[in-house]
């Protein structure tokens, strides 16, 4: 029984210790590191340098015309698309897309390019894969 309740106690006094721990840490953490000044760019809440209209579901559309700025927020509106389900990703990991849909149902690819060269975006639904484009990004 003693057995027992010493267990139970350390196990307490365990909690205890790490929950000061966490307190301590989280209160002397916030002071000890400024956080940073400059606000999170938030793709979601951003307001397009551009908005361009383009129609990828007819054959052959190439957005190869399109260029990019490095850093520049883009508005593609897939012209024809309100009703239908499709799920962009872009190929560089260090671009960034948001997909969303604008008032009249149509997608809208909102895209900040911040790695020059060539990206392209796709659709990942299986059966899909045709439904790509390429986009330069360059100063
Ligand atoms: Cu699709």
């Known amino acids: 029984m003693r057995y ?33 000044k400059q606000a999170i760019f938030d793709i979601q809440t951003a307001e397009p340098d551009r908005t361009i209209v383009a129609n990828l579901f007819t054959i052959g559309y190439d957005l190869t015309q399109l260029e990019l700025v490095p850093g520049e927020v883009i508005d593609l509106v897939l012209a024809n698309s309100a009703g239908t389900t499709h799920t962009f990703s872009l190929s560089n990991p260090f671009n960034d897309l948001y997909q969303y849909n604008n008032s009249f149902g149509e997608i809208v690819l909102r895209i900040i390019a911040t790695e020059e060269g060539v990206d392209n975006f796709v659709c990942t639904i299986p059966g899909h894969e045709g439904l790509h484009a390429n986009f330069i990004i360059a100063n």
Not at 21 to 31: C, D, N, R, W, Y
């Open 4 to 36: 027992l309740f010493n267990k139970i106690n350390f196990q307490v006094k365990a909690i205890v210790f790490v929950i000061f721990i966490t307190v301590a840490g989280g209160i002397l953490g916030s002071h000890l590191h400024e956080a940073p």
